[in-house]
């Protein structure tokens, strides 16, 4: 190839060796270029490694916040352990007192002294039926007290006496007027006592409703011997 490079373009020994070394280093410089330029076409470009990291990030950020989260759960806190209320035992409504009575639900002090209060004039409750008769105490109080209260059955009401009674005592009764206590007392001081109170109605001093309503609380018992006939309102 020495002898070929001489003989064509007339070069001395020493224009070949170095018209060779040229040419070596030529195809040395055009190799390394391409190796160069092929390592760069296989490397990520700059920064791209940093962008893909990013939008990973953002990605598992979005399906995180898709995701229902689940309630954070309260701590207990410490401390004693609340008691299971009892459910209420019955009671006799005609022994229990205003704060017994002020353990249901929608009786408070005013209604409890005001259920004590009737339940005293009358003499004591024979009949459930009566509660509804308490001044204005709701229906769903009534309700409560006729499922919660009990009438014992050995109970005797307290009674006034018709043969002794006076018209202020019998008045002060929730069943009987002013205007029938001073009949009653009129008829006995003109007339003499009564055999039994059933006369109230025979002698028409009492109508039928009225007697029956209030017949639990009079009674006839231990007449005394028969007055003057003098009449008083007292």
Known sequence: MKAKLRDHFGFSKAETYGTLLLLLL??????????????????????????????????????????????????????????????????????????????????????????????????????????????????????????????????VPKRLNINTATVKGLAAHPYLSHAQARRIVRHRTLHGSFATVEALAALALLDNHTLKKVMPYLTANARPARPKATYSDE
């Open 26 to 155: 030529m195809t040395a410089s055009l190799l390394t270029s391409w190796g160069l330029t092929w390592h760069h076409s296989t490397q990520p470009e700059p920064g791209r490694e940093q962008d893909i990291a990013r939008l990973e990030r953002t990605l598992a950020l979005l399906e995180a916040k898709n995701q229902p989260q689940k309630p954070a759960k309260t701590p207990r806190k410490s401390g004693p352990k609340k008691e299971r209320k009892r459910p209420l035992q019955p009671f006799d409504i005609n022994t229990a007192d205003a704060a017994q009575l002020s353990t249901l639900r929608g009786i408070g002090p005013v209604l409890s002294a005001r259920i004590v209060k009737f339940r005293d004039k009358l003499g004591g409750f024979v009949r459930t039926a009566q509660y509804a008769e308490v001044y204005a105490l709701p229906p769903e109080v009534v309700e409560r007290l006729q499922k919660h209260t009990y009438l014992a059955k050995d109970f």
